[in-house]
């Protein structure tokens, strides 16, 4: 079974990318799930409902988020109005499990890939150099305790790189993937880890890479050189796909590779 983690989609570009190399890759890899994380898909600073169903037309089963998640207000709508259907698009967008209890929406969905194989996705955040929330430690062992899935993939959507590979060994051997996201840069250190848990510090960005983290570079360099406020913007140039494949055995959910795919936009016939 293979499973395609799409890394964090950054406004308009990364959402065009998506749509215009997402089905062949799919196709071509035989990929059964497409998880994306899409919390900068509003023009870089969080998601609405309209963009949220667009990505899920784009055939993408769940999408995980992260701090950005509250920045666009109408979400909470979206989450709040998902409550009585599970398979409704409100349910498959997620925000980190690890948000106190009472917040809008939830951080774990569970369903069934294309071919009837029952997986889980699970969204965390982390706490160094961030808000302050609940220990997404304790909150995935709450959570896995309850889980019938054997295959299940956490977003840990955090700063530090070594809250990441810490959550990572942590959860070896009872998830199938640990995935990092935040920092729009991707890593070199995919590999499956002693007792089967695919593992990548991040995923990258899903967006424009002539750019400081998907903003307009001018922008961010007269902010450090000046100290000044200024409005962001997403940049344009040189967008590329970042995403990581997962195969998996569906028994077990034991992963049996893991392999890194950083596309361009494809070039115009």
Known sequence: MRILFVGDIF???????????LPRLVKERGVELVIA?????AAGFGITPQIAEELFEMDIDVITTGNHIWDKREIIEFFNLANGDPYSPGRRLLRPANYPQGSPGRGLYEGKTRGGTPYAVLNLQGRVFMT???????????????????VV???????????????GWYLDGRV??????????????ERILPSGTAYQTDVGMTGPYDSVIGVEKETILQRFLTQMPARFEPARGNVRLCATLIG????????????????PAAEPE
């Open 132 to 150: 302050t929330i609940d220990d997404p430690f304790r909150t995935a062992d709450q959570i896995l305790e309850k889980l019938q899935a054997r």
């Open 11 to 21: 406004g308009r570009p990364g959402r065009n990318i998506v749509r215009e190399r």
């Open 248 to 263: 998996c055995d569906p028994q077990t959910g034991r992963a049996q590779s893991i392999e890194r795919i950083s596309l």
């Open 153 to 167: 993939l956490v977003d840990m959507h955090a700063e530090a790189t070594s809250e990441k590979i810490a959550l």
């Open 37 to 41: 994380n899409g919390e900068n898909a």
């Open 176 to 189: 199938t993937a640990v995935l990092g996201t935040h920092t729009h840069v991707p890593t070199a250190d």
